[in-house]
């Protein structure tokens, strides 16, 4: 491991970070991938692995991360995108060239993609054009 | 599933689901003992007796049932393992934690291939902030050990927040799956 790396990224976010971001803080928007078993079957990984390239390569403040099956096995691989920890949308059968329009539209534009979104229970809302 | 690292990412995202702190993995070829030993650890929530048997049955989960009817994850990796004439073993404790473990012969013609293990190591290690893990995998197509808990040391105390930075996400990608900007993929050993 190139653990003397580690200390040079530190020192950088450490005079990068505004103090809101220090700490314990989880960042404001969360990813989580459903990752039971019929997600991993369905690719759910690669997207995963997609996701976080892209994170890196966009240099958004994003936490990626992965739960166990959502129960929706129909349209996995499948992703809920979170805002502020409550806002929520369910995007499903995603392939890993989806990934940076998604990112582009819904983080960075702070729009809902349509094409890939999937109305769940409990999600923020079925307004068609609502914004996130 | 035909890649072990996908049996593994399923097995170690039920730690996750059960709370764990800490999973250890340790995928070890025994070129000795002609057998390969497929070992996942945690220290989540363990389960009571009754429910180990249970969760062996592939119509029991634990997950509300008007979400979901079944759980896969054991009952497939334990049909791999003894597909490829193996011992599967999976022992629990409430409140300690939980092991399952896999060994099987080297050389049969059912044993998957490992797979991208580095994807699964990265899914696990940089999507999961406050959860430590150790890997050890050594076998004939890779040979890998990784510890998060020097790395969470080195970042100091705002570690969870920089875990998932760029240049974390860059960090882990190099350590885990040896795969630089350029796209060369660099060997393992
Ligand atoms: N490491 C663990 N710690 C505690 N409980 C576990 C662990 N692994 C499995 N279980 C229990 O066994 C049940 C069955 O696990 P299994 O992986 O077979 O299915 P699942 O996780 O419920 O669903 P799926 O893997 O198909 O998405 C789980 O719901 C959980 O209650
Ligand atoms: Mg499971």
Known sequence: MKLDELKAIRDKAAAAMSQKQKGDKEPEWKIVMSMGTSGILYGARDVLKKFMQEVESMQLHVLVTQSGSFGLDDIEPMCAIYHGGRNKVVYGRLKPEMVHELLETHIVKGEILKQYRVVVPGDIGNEPGRTV | ?189
């Open chain 2, 1 to 189: 599933m035909y890649e072990l690292s996908a049996f593994i990412l399923d097995l170690a995202q039920n730690s996750l689901t059960a709370g764990a702190r800490l999973v250890k993995l340790w995928v070890v070829a025994d070129q000795q003992a002609n057998v390969l030993r497929v070992t996942i650890a945690d220290n989540g929530s363990g389960m009571p007796a009754a429910m180990v048997d249970k969760a062996l049955d592939p119509f029991v989960t634990s997950k509300a049932a008007r979400k979901k009817k079944i759980g896969l994850g054991l009952p497939l990796f334990r049909q791999l393992v003894e597909s490829c004439c193996g011992t599967f073993r999976i022992r629990s404790r409430q409140g300690i934690g939980t092991v399952v473990s896999g060994v099987y012969p080297l050389d049969n013609v059912d044993q998957p291939v490992l797979g991208d293990m580095g994807g699964t190591m990265l899914a696990l290690v940089a999507g999961n902030p406050r959860v430590d893990f150790r890997f050890v995998v050594r076998t004939p197509e890779s040979d890998k050990t990784f510890d998060t808990r020097p790395v969470r040391e080195a970042l100091g105390p705002d570690a969870a927040a920089l875990w998932q930075s760029p240049d974390m996400l860059k960090w882990f990608r190099q350590e885990l799956t040896g795969e630089y900007e350029d796209g060369v993929v660099k060997g393992e050993r």
